[in-house]
Nanobody, 125 residues
Framework: QVQVIESGGDSVQAGDSLRLSCAAS????????VGWFRQAPGKGREFVAAIRWSYGYTWYADYVKGRFTISRDNAKNTVYLQMSALKPEDTAVYYC??????????????????WGQGTQVTVSS
């Protein structure tokens, strides 16, 4: 059972870039899908991006395509979310999550079993 730890949240200005990290503690991401979700105040948790660890296959929500990039570092057992051209509407708590069904390409929060505590991203206009 993998444990997920996020870091990198911050308060930035619109147009800035920020990189979030998601590390596996107690276990590895091998054969997992690792995804990022976010939740803004008063809203539900929404999918942002995910990566299939085995092949590096990635998929994104339409509202972040072209601005966010998800990647992995095998040696560090870490997944990154590089966010560029940030907008105020990107303000949310960002969560990293892992799905042990490593073959799946899910965008549903319910399909991910292991979640981190979340890291706050605030984008000011």
């Amino acid at each position: 059972q993998v444990q997920v730890i996020e870091s990198g949240g911050d308060s930035v200005q619109a147009g800035d870039s920020l990189r979030l990290s998601c590390a596996a503690s107690r276990g590895t991401f091998s054969n997992y899908v690792v995804g990022w979700f976010r939740q803004a105040p008063g809203k539900g948790r929404e999918f942002v991006a995910a990566i299939r660890w085995s092949y590096g296959y990635t998929w994104y929500a339409d509202y972040v395509k072209g601005r966010f990039t998800i990647s992995r570092d095998n040696a560090k057992n870490t997944v990154y979310l590089q966010m560029s051209a940030l907008k105020p509407e990107d303000t949310a708590v960002y969560y990293c999550a892992a799905d042990s069904a490593g073959w799946r390409t899910s965008t549903k929060a319910g399909d991910y079993q292991y979640w981190g505590q979340g890291t706050q991203v605030t984008v000011s206009s």
